[in-house]
């Protein structure tokens, strides 16, 4: 079992930044990729952002040059800075980790980002 924490939501105004982070701890030996995914009320659960064990970041094209992902191994976290945010991005962020395969899969309980106008 992994457990999955996370921290850093909240309020902002568009063109500001928030830092999301996510700890996790237990039968970590098997995280490849960590991620963070995004929902709105009534839609499915978006890939935001991912990062290999080796540092190689992927983004959604919505975020693509705002988004930041960052991971540090050592600690066993994953963060992702927010820059320019817009009113677009408000939703539940959730941290996500799992295996090469995908076949093991953690979710976070996630963390809920607004951006007004």
């Known amino acids: 079992q992994v457990q999955l924490v996370e921290s850093g939501g909240g309020s902002v105004q568009a063109g500001g930044s928030l830092r999301l982070s996510c700890t996790a701890s237990?039968?970590?030996?098997?995280?490849?990729?960590m991620a963070w995914y995004r929902q709105v009320p009534g839609k499915q659960r978006d890939l935001v952002a991912s990062?290999?064990?080796?540092?190689?970041?992927s983004y959604a094209d919505s975020v693509k040059g705002r988004f930041t992902i960052s991971r540090d191994n050592a600690k066993n976290t994953v963060s992702l800075l927010m820059s320019s945010l817009k009113p677009d991005d408000t939703a539940v962020y959730y941290c996500n980790v799992r295996n090469a395969f995908g076949s093991v899969v953690y979710w976070g309980q996630g963390t809920q980002v607004t951006v007004s106008s």
């Open positions: 237990g039968s970590i030996s098997t995280i490849i990729i």
């Open positions: 990062i290999t064990r080796g540092g190689n970041p």
